[in-house]
């Protein structure tokens, strides 16, 4: 698939397994450059609080299975680290932007990327705003019935590239929906057939920020901002 892209700085495509309550379990992290993946990382973490019945069988994860992992919140610097150099994305952003900011409400001062690039020096201690996968594609195909990442990842035709890169990226044990990093490279691709539309040759990160968290009747809707 080619991915032919004006964004200019990194984007960090995240899911993260868990709840309020269990707190962050596992994270994925797809690392998107020039509409490419560049590399991606995941691990398991130790719970901060009781996994419920219903998360276990999503998950799959046990108090057990994670019992020597390290907690989420030795990960900081690796976080804070890629607000500082990118824009951070998911399929439902709040999901995971209401987790990671349960671990840590604020990043370190990191660029604010919805200005244009040569306006980009301000400086903001935010995780946000997100690109957000589900949004996008709710502005742009407001017929579907359903967004869910296993529907649209079937109904676009991505799963056979979903895949090949499962096989490359995702630990042996952890190759399918609701694995961390399996959902974040769906996520992934989703955002790169996106960055595919011929409707959308010019589209920079702030116009993927602003028009996931702007809502369009269609996708004439977003064209016409594209436009101005």
Same mark, same amino acid.
């Given at each position: 698939?080619?991915? /032919?892209?004006?964004?200019?700085?990194?984007?960090?495509?995240?899911?993260?397994?868990?709840?309020?309550?269990?707190?962050? *379990?596992?994270?994925?992290?797809?690392? =998107?450059?020039?509409?490419?993946?560049?590399?991606?990382?995941?691990?398991?973490?130790?719970?901060? #609080?009781?996994? /419920?019945?219903?998360?276990?069988?999503?998950?799959?994860?046990? /108090?057990?299975?994670?019992?020597?992992? @390290?907690? $989420?919140?030795?990960?900081? /610097?690796?976080?804070?680290?890629?607000?500082?150099?990118?824009?951070?994305?998911?399929?439902?952003?709040?999901?995971?932007?209401?987790?990671?900011?349960?671990?840590?409400?604020?990043?370190?001062?990191?660029?604010?990327?919805? !200005?244009?690039?040569?306006?980009?020096?301000?400086?903001?201690? !935010?995780?946000?705003?997100?690109?957000?996968? @589900?949004?996008?594609?709710?502005?742009?195909? &407001?017929?579907?019935?359903?967004?869910?990442?296993?529907?649209? =990842?079937?109904?676009? #035709?991505?799963? &056979?590239?979903?895949?090949? *890169?499962?096989?490359?990226?995702?630990?042996?044990?952890?190759?399918?929906?609701?694995?961390?990093?399996?959902?974040?490279?769906?996520?992934? @691709?989703? *955002?790169?057939?996106?960055?595919? @539309?011929?409707?959308?040759?010019?589209?920079?990160?702030?116009?993927? $920020?602003?028009?996931?968290?702007?809502?369009?009747?269609?996708?004439?809707?977003?064209?016409?901002? *594209?436009?101005?």
């Amino acid at each position: 698939m080619g991915h /032919a892209c004006v964004v200019s700085v990194p984007i960090y495509m995240i899911d993260f397994e868990g709840s309020t309550s269990s707190g962050i *379990l596992e994270y994925g992290v797809v690392e =998107i450059c020039a509409g490419r993946i560049k590399r991606s990382w995941t691990r398991l973490c130790h719970p901060s #609080g009781p996994i /419920a019945p219903h998360d276990h069988w999503a998950h799959g994860l046990s /108090a057990q299975d994670l019992s020597k992992c @390290l907690p $989420i919140g030795d990960d900081w /610097a690796f976080f804070a680290g890629l607000r500082e150099s990118g824009v951070l994305a998911a399929h439902h952003a709040s999901v995971e932007a209401s987790l990671l900011k349960s671990v840590w409400p604020c990043p370190r001062l990191s660029p604010d990327f919805t !200005q244009a690039a040569n306006e980009a020096k301000a400086k903001v201690a !935010q995780w946000g705003p997100w690109i957000d996968s @589900l949004a996008l594609y709710r502005r742009i195909y &407001p017929q579907l019935g359903s967004y869910g990442l296993n529907e649209l =990842i079937d109904q676009f #035709g991505l799963m &056979p590239e979903l895949k090949t *890169l499962a096989d490359k990226h995702c630990p042996p044990s952890r190759h399918t929906y609701h694995c961390a990093l399996y959902d974040a490279l769906a996520s992934t @691709l989703l *955002l790169q057939a996106l960055f595919q @539309l011929p409707d959308y040759p010019n589209a920079t990160t702030a116009d993927w $920020i602003h028009w996931s968290k702007s809502p369009a009747k269609s996708v004439n809707d977003a064209q016409m901002v *594209l436009d101005l």
